[in-house]
Structure formats: structure tokens, C-alpha cells
């Protein structure tokens, strides 16, 4: 049912670090994957991509602070979060693209949702 299961979330302090992991459970042919992260009253936003050819791209808030990694092997996504601050607080979703070809679109991709970790920066 769950394609998508991550781990990693919880309670550090400001300056902290955590690091937050997702990984596929079926064998797909995943594509790009990253992570989305959502803090209460706001919309959700994209914290960092990385593709197959390891291509990485991060929001403006958390460069320098934030690394995105996979492992094709297992299908794996991470996030290792450093120096965290209070506003880094949110839901974080990971996520994976997957190829789905219809006859009108051979080029279309979908994407598999985590249910989300819960990360809190907090005193």
C-alpha cells in the first residue's frame, strides 16, 4: 500500500542536524526524487531535488545546509539537514517520479508520495 516510506523525523535543537531517509518499496523505474516539506499555515514547498545523473538542486533556504543523496540500489532518498533552524520546522515529504508512458505521452512521469516525517526545531 505504502510505496514510499520515510524515517528520520523528531526534535533537535537549534544548530542541530538530522538526517531523514525514503525509500521506495517496489521495484519501479524511479526517476527523479526529493523531498517537499510543509510547516502548519503554509503551503508546501520544494526543499531539494536530485536526478539520476546525481544533479542536485536546492531551495535557497537550505543551501549550504542541507545535502540530498540517493542509492539506486535500494531505491533511496536522504536528507541530511545541518545547522538546523526554528523555521526549518514542517512536515517532510518525500517524493519519487516514475515513469508512466500512456500512447499520448510517452514522456509522462508521476509522482509517489511519502506520508511524511515530522521535523521540529526547537529550544
Known amino acids: 500500500q505504502v510505496q514510499l516510506v520515510e524515517s528520520g523525523g523528531g526534535l533537535v535543537q537549534p544548530g542541530g542536524s538530522l538526517r531523514l531517509s525514503c525509500a521506495v518499496s517496489?521495484?519501479?523505474?524511479?526517476?527523479?526524487m526529493g523531498w517537499y516539506r510543509q510547516a502548519p499555515g503554509k503551503q508546501r514547498d520544494l526543499v531539494a531535488t536530485?536526478?539520476?545523473?546525481?544533479?542536485?538542486n536546492y531551495a535557497d533556504s537550505v543551501k549550504g545546509r542541507f545535502t540530498i543523496s540517493r542509492d539506486n540500489a535500494k531505491n533511496s532518498v536522504y536528507l541530511q539537514m545541518k545547522r538546523l533552524k526554528p523555521e526549518d520546522t514542517a512536515v517532510y515529504y518525500c517524493?519519487?517520479?516514475?515513469?508512466?508512458?500512456?500512447?499520448?505521452?510517452?514522456?509522462?512521469?508521476?509522482?509517489?508520495w511519502g506520508q511524511g516525517t515530522l521535523v521540529t526545531v526547537s529550544s
Open positions: 517524493f519519487a517520479e516514475r515513469l508512466e508512458p500512456v500512447e499520448t505521452d510517452k514522456d509522462r512521469f508521476l509522482k509517489l
Open positions: 517496489g521495484s519501479f523505474s524511479i526517476y527523479a
Open positions: 536530485i536526478t539520476l545523473r546525481n544533479i542536485t
